[in-house]
């Protein structure tokens, strides 16, 4: 399995970014696949799942409004749309997979990559 994230960068607080993450090696539209983001020195929070074959969606509360998620089952990969950034998003972004929606809410990952940085200026 691999997944491989970017669409990361530098930008000012307000602006957006779209990151994008590709998959391969098992069956898309049959999990759960989404981001998790960890800031240095810090746990690392989830930020949003998708269920491909249902398109049911899950956005922490620290990113509802200004995040959203999508998916292209033909491409097997998920994006995700960033607007109003905030410094307090900065992190490296991980895409991750899972069984279904419940248990990426458990954070019972099967696989993530090595992710990509957002870096969020004031």
């Known amino acids: 399995v691999q997944l491989q994230a970017s669409g990361g960068g530098l930008v000012q607080a307000g602006g957006s970014l779209r990151l994008s993450c590709t998959a391969s090696?098992?069956?898309?539209?049959?999990?759960?696949i989404g981001w998790f983001r960890q800031a240095p020195g810090k746990e690392r929070d989830r930020v949003s799942y998708?269920?491909?074959?249902?398109?049911?969606?899950y956005y922490a509360d620290s990113v509802k409004g200004r995040f959203t998620i999508s998916s292209d089952n033909a491409k097997n990969t998920v994006y995700l749309q960033m607007n109003s950034l905030k410094p307090e998003d900065t992190a490296v972004y991980h895409c991750?997979?899972?069984?279904?929606?419940?248990?990426?809410?458990?954070?019972?990952?099967?696989?993530w990559g090595q992710g990509t940085l957002v870096t969020v200026s004031s």
């Open positions: 991750v997979t899972g069984w279904d929606l419940i248990a990426l809410l458990g954070e019972a990952y099967d696989y």
């Open positions: 090696g098992f069956s898309f539209d049959e999990n759960a």
């Open positions: 998708i269920s491909p074959s249902d398109n049911s969606t």
